[in-house]
């Protein structure tokens, strides 16, 4: 099993971005995804999941109304669109899978992807 994440860069406070994940190597169709974050000496941080099955999501409030979820079931990958980035969002992110829907840390995420560094200059 591996999940990829990439799209990460370097972007000015006020741009967009889009994250992805790339998921391989068995079927997701019950699992939930999620996108995680960890900025430098700080916990990592829950942002949003979805069903991969059902497109049902939750946010946590950091990020809720400046981010979408949202997954591609023909090309097996997750997104994370992010708006009006500030420099407080800069940190590595993850996306993770669970057969739990709902979590809101990352305790009882299975599988992890490698993470992709986003910098938000000021």
């Known amino acids: 099993v591996q999940l990829q994440a990439f799209g990460g860069g370097l972007v000015q406070a006020g741009d967009s971005l889009r994250l992805s994940c790339a998921a391989s190597g068995r079927t997701f169709s019950n699992y939930v995804m999620g996108w995680f974050r960890q900025a430098p000496g700080k916990e990592r941080e829950f942002l949003a999941g979805?069903?991969?099955?059902?497109?049902?999501?939750w946010y946590e409030d950091s990020v809720l109304g400046r981010s979408t979820i949202s997954r591609d079931f023909a090309k097996n990958t997750l997104y994370l669109q992010m708006n009006s980035l500030i420099p407080g969002d800069t940190a590595v992110y993850f996306c993770?899978?669970?057969?739990?829907?709902?979590?809101?840390?990352?305790?009882?995420?299975?599988?992890w992807g490698q993470g992709t560094l986003v910098t938000v200059s000021s």
């Open positions: 979805i069903r991969w099955r059902e497109e049902s999501a």
């Open positions: 993770a899978a669970s057969q739990t829907y709902g979590l809101r840390t990352a305790h009882g995420w299975e599988y």
